[in-house]
């Protein structure tokens, strides 16, 4: 039997993602529309038989949603061996996008027997602790730049790897609006943010994710964690070496860029 278009370009990128070799850029008929990229990205995570650790939000920053003329972000699964622990090497190519700074929740699995929805009254509940960690996002494609949300959400939501800093238990501090900075002392490259740039708050970042995946009917019988999008913006990578993320009240988390 003949397949589909969509299923032979969702084969083409999932055996990008399992193998780590790029492929040609996938047709911009399913990355121009945020809906027909959100379908190919379901399809292709049907397709990956691996361990999910958790889910990323993608596209939290207010600026970006309103450049790309998008109502709201998106989100990806996250899969175990794109996760690391604080310290790890990451290998990057000329089509990595760049590196991103974030706050990660864990959450409780028992919030898959909540059938209500997720709201700044409930969420809390659900948080056993946070963390600050590292991004390096980009493509398995040959190409470069962002020129739709679709680009990123289509692409396993553009995550090449995460690597988590020190876990703290969940307290409430004022996330939406704690100074964070990325920087690599090898060429002095030092970038501020503020968690404030993450869809106003990280919470509110992470309530998206969370309604999201209760209503994809995603399950998992383990506790996850939720990445809740960049507090720096996508920063270009000028350099390999060491990268450290800070992110006030939470701590830092380390990285090695080859």
Known sequence: MKLKNIELVANKLVKAFLTNKLISPIPIRYT????????????CETKIDRPIIGFKAGGTGIPL???L????PFYAAVYKHNF???KKSVRINKYTLGIELE??????????DFKKTITNKNIKRFITHMAPCIEIVGYRQRKKGIKSLGDLCSDFGANVKFIIGGKKKFRNIKIGNLKTNISNNRVSHSVNGNTSTVYVSPLNALKFVLNKVRKDKFKLNRNFYVFTGSTVGVVPILSKGFYTGKIEKL?????KVI
Do not use: D, H, M, P
């Not at 003329?69 to 709201?72: A, D, M, S």
């Not at 706050?103 to 898959?112: A, E, G, P």
């Open 32 to 43: 121009k529309k945020i809906n027909q990229a959100e379908k190919l990205k379901r399809l």
């Open 65 to 67: 949603l309103k450049k």
């Open 69 to 72: 003329k998008e109502k709201e």
């Open 84 to 86: 690391l622990k604080n």
């Open 103 to 112: 706050v990660c929740y864990l959450i409780k699995k028992n919030f898959f």
């Open 251 to 255: 701590g830092s988390v380390k990285t």
